[in-house]
T-cell receptor, first 113, second 115 residues
Framework: AQSVSQHNHHVILSEAASLELGCNYSYGGTVNLFWYVQYPGQHLQLLLKYFSGDPLVKGIKGFEAEFIKSKFSFNLRKPSVQWSDTAEYFCAVENTGFQKLVFGTGTRLLVSP | DAGVIQSPRHEVTEMGQEVTLRCKPISGHNSLFWYRQTMMRGLELLIYFNNNVPIDDSGMPEDRFSAKMPNASFSTLKIQPSEPRDSAVYFC?????????????FGPGTRLTVL
């Protein structure tokens, strides 16, 4: 069965620190990849997505992610975090054509001012 | 656009009672998804519909759970009878893209507490 692993369950950073959240998936076929963010008390919002083309994807609020097919990874990065980035981040994978997302367990990010 | 609308936002009920959660997807979206979020299990897909037809209900935990989509603008998730372990936040999401369901738009969720 397809699965998504987010190895960091909790991350604490100071403002201006760099961020990298890991995401690995298990599936050998063609996939679409996503990062969603859930701010405290709010619903999930799409941060960025990868369907095809340039494996380095840029999203909103200065986030980016890189798809490395050989490593089955889609790590999320931001060079300098802000207090407002405090949220839970979810990686998600879709087998193309199956119309169904599988989410990772999420990573809670706390940015201290 | 009002986005995905869910009601109620909060529901507190007693064990054994019937619970009905409601969702109105974004107009024009073809697919609708019901998720459950808990601390222990994270975000789980329960069921999804495409063009009002249930496509995959393999995530529905047991027969106490049922979902319907009578038309393109309304869906319900029903739990009967409810149990304390059903306490969770239930999200509805919709998607416009037939090519991929991935770009899903989530509602604000219903926080269910079963006492």
């Amino acid at each position: 069965a397809q699965s998504v692993s987010q190895h960091n369950h909790h991350v604490i950073l100071s403002e201006a620190a760099s961020l990298e959240l890991g995401c690995n998936y298990s599936y050998g076929g063609t996939v679409n990849l996503f990062w969603y963010v859930q701010y405290p008390g709010q619903h999930l919002q799409l941060l960025l997505k990868y369907f095809s083309g340039d494996p380095l994807v840029k999203g909103i609020k200065g986030f980016e992610a890189e798809f490395i097919k050989s490593k089955f990874s889609f790590n999320l990065r931001k060079p300098s975090v802000q207090w407002s980035d405090t949220a839970e981040y979810f990686c998600a994978v879709e087998n193309t054509g199956f119309q169904k997302l599988v989410f990772g367990t999420g990573t809670r990010l706390l940015v201290s001012p | 656009d009002a986005g995905v609308i869910q009601s109620p936002r909060h529901e507190v009920t007693e064990m054994g009672q019937e619970v009905t959660l409601r969702c109105k997807p974004i107009s024009g979206h073809n697919s609708l998804f019901w998720y459950r979020q808990t601390m222990m299990r994270g975000l789980e897909l329960l069921i999804y519909f495409n063009n009002n037809v249930p496509i995959d209900d393999s995530g529905m935990p047991e027969d106490r759970f049922s979902a319907k989509m009578p038309n393109a603008s309304f869906s319900t998730l029903k739990i009967q009878p409810s149990e304390p372990r059903d306490s969770a936040v239930y999200f509805c999401a919709s998607s416009p893209d037939r090519r991929s369901s991935g770009e899903q738009f989530f509602g604000p969720g219903t926080r269910l507490t079963v006492l």
